[in-house]
């Protein structure tokens, strides 16, 4: 108890960005309503039904009756989703690998439309197989940085909380983390989130 050996991720924004705007500057020429169409349509709010669980069939058409005039545009999001994760963060890749050939047991924990997630995770298997277990919120219906998330995911893992390093990007979600005992680190870097692992004895 009290030293990790084992390391669970985020997924986006720590292993790989994430952004719409990739998608949706292909799709809109203009910058003022490329900023609006973001700001105000495809908000994060709307997307973070996916995350905890609602069908993208269901979350289009409710936001298409209130914006009809971007019907179409909100329809490409769901098929077209992969395009706003446009590559990994760099160095995290190499993380991953590193610690996978060091026999480090790899999990990640995930706020990811469980849809969305079987439609992308598949061109990135050699990645993903590293993985042991990977919680994805949508399928769950739990969201960080709910604990019960944490606290499902660990049960999952078959680790108690001193047992493993968490690394994520937003502050609530590592702040819930914690509480659940976990060894919890905010990303920033790869080159910091390296050097914590070195710290930690997991990486040499």
């Given at each position: 108890?009290?030293?990790?050996?084992?390391?669970?991720?985020d997924v986006?924004?720590?292993?790989?960005?994430?952004?719409?705007?990739?998608?949706?500057?292909?799709?809109?020429?203009?910058?003022?309503?490329?900023?609006?169409?973001?700001?105000?349509?495809?908000?994060?709010?709307?997307h973070?039904?996916?995350?905890?669980?609602?069908p993208?069939?269901?979350?289009?058409?409710?936001?298409?009756?209130?914006?009809?005039?971007?019907?179409g545009?909100?329809?490409?999001?769901?098929?077209?989703?992969?395009?706003?994760?446009?590559?990994?963060?760099?160095?995290?890749?190499e993380?991953?690998?590193e610690?996978?050939?060091?026999?480090?047991?790899?999990?990640a924990?995930?706020?990811?439309?469980?849809e969305?997630?079987r439609?992308?995770v598949?061109?990135?298997?050699?990645?993903?197989?590293?993985f042991?277990?990977?919680?994805v919120?949508?399928?769950?219906?739990?969201v960080?940085?709910d604990?019960?998330?944490?606290?499902l995911?660990?049960?999952?893992?078959?680790l108690?909380?001193?047992?493993?390093?968490?690394?994520d990007?937003?502050p609530?979600?590592?702040?819930?983390?914690?509480?659940?005992?976990?060894?919890?680190?905010?990303?920033?870097?790869?080159a910091?989130?390296?050097?914590?692992?070195?710290?930690?004895?997991?990486?040499?």
């Open positions: 108890m009290g030293t990790p050996s084992a390391v669970i991720f986006g924004k720590v292993l790989f960005e994430w952004d719409p705007r990739y998608l949706y500057e292909r799709l809109i020429d203009d910058d003022q309503a490329l900023e609006a169409f973001l700001a105000n349509v495809v908000t994060r709010e709307w973070f039904q996916h995350d905890a669980g609602r993208f069939a269901e979350t289009s058409a409710e936001l298409s009756a209130q914006y009809p005039e971007h019907a545009l909100i329809a490409a999001w769901g098929p077209r989703f992969n395009e706003t994760i446009p590559h990994a963060v760099p160095g995290m890749v993380i991953v690998r610690l996978d050939a060091a026999g480090v047991p790899l999990f924990i995930t706020n990811f439309s469980g969305f997630w439609a992308w598949p061109q990135y298997a050699e990645l993903f197989d590293r042991r277990d990977v919680v919120s949508g399928d769950e219906k739990l960080k940085p604990p019960a998330i944490y606290a995911a660990l049960k999952r893992f078959g108690d909380g001193p047992d493993a390093v968490f690394v990007d937003s609530a979600n590592v702040a819930s983390a914690r509480d659940a005992g976990i060894h919890a680190v905010l990303f920033t870097t790869a910091d989130f390296r050097a914590e692992l070195v710290r930690l004895g997991l990486l040499s």
